[in-house]
C-alpha cells in the first residue's frame, strides 16, 4: 500500500509538470494589433440645449504590455483614430475625431489550459480634434478619466495568442460653439475588441 501511494503521488506530480505552461513571466513583452468598436452609452447629455446622441466607430488598436512581475503587466493602449457623428436634434449633426491612449495595469490569471482570463484598471486620456459643426467652430475639451477591462487569451502558439475583451471608459467633454459653453458630452463608452497578441 505505501509503494501505491507513492506512485501515485509520484504520478500526480510528473502530470502536472507536463500540463502546457501557459503563464506570462516578469520580464515578457507582447505587442497586440487589432480591431475595436467604440460603443457610446446611450442619452450623451445636454448639449447645445437638446440632448446628444453619439454614433459608435471602429478602428485599429494597438497595445504594449511588459511584464513587471508574474502575471502582473503595465499595457498601453493605442488606435488610430475613431470618427464619431453627434446627432443634436434641431441643430445638426456634429463630427469629431478622438484618440484614447490608456495606461492599465493588468493581472492574468493562471492555469493549464489555454485560455487565460485577464481584468485591468487604469487611467485613460481622450483628445478630440477636426471637430465639425456645419460653419461653425465646434470644440470638444480633452479628457482624464478611470478605465477597466476584461478579456480572455487563447493560446494558439508558443508566442502567439487571440484575444477577445471589453473595456469602459469614463470619458466627459465640455463642448462649445463659437467660443460659447453648450454643455457636457457624456460619452462613457465601451470598447468591445478583438486582436492578435504576440510574445517576444
Request: proline share 4%; glycine share 8%.
Amino acid at each position: 500500500m505505501r509503494v501505491t501511494v507513492k506512485t501515485l503521488l509520484l504520478s500526480s506530480a510528473l502530470a502536472v509538470c507536463a500540463l502546457p505552461a501557459f503563464a506570462q513571466s516578469q520580464g515578457d513583452l507582447t505587442f497586440g494589433i487589432g480591431v475595436g468598436s467604440v460603443n457610446p452609452k446611450s442619452g450623451n447629455g445636454t448639449v447645445a440645449n437638446v440632448e446628444a446622441d453619439i454614433a459608435s466607430d471602429e478602428a485599429i488598436t494597438l497595445t504594449l504590455e511588459y511584464f513587471i512581475r508574474d502575471y502582473i503587466g503595465i499595457e498601453l493602449l493605442a488606435a488610430t483614430p475613431f470618427e464619431h457623428n453627434i446627432n443634436l436634434p434641431g441643430v445638426g449633426t456634429a463630427r469629431t475625431k478622438h484618440l484614447p491612449p490608456t495606461l492599465s495595469v493588468n493581472y492574468h490569471f493562471t492555469n493549464a489550459s489555454p485560455w487565460k482570463p485577464y481584468v485591468g484598471l487604469g487611467i485613460n486620456y481622450t483628445t478630440f480634434f477636426e471637430e465639425e459643426l456645419g460653419a461653425n467652430t465646434l470644440e470638444l475639451d480633452d479628457s482624464f478619466g478611470i478605465s477597466a477591462q476584461v478579456g480572455v487569451d487563447y493560446k494558439i502558439s508558443e508566442t502567439g495568442w487571440l484575444r477577445a475583451n471589453i473595456r469602459w471608459f469614463d470619458i466627459d467633454t465640455d463642448a462649445s460653439l463659437n467660443g460659447a459653453d453648450i454643455g457636457t458630452a457624456e460619452i462613457d463608452p465601451f470598447l468591445f475588441g478583438v486582436a492578435y497578441v504576440h510574445k517576444f
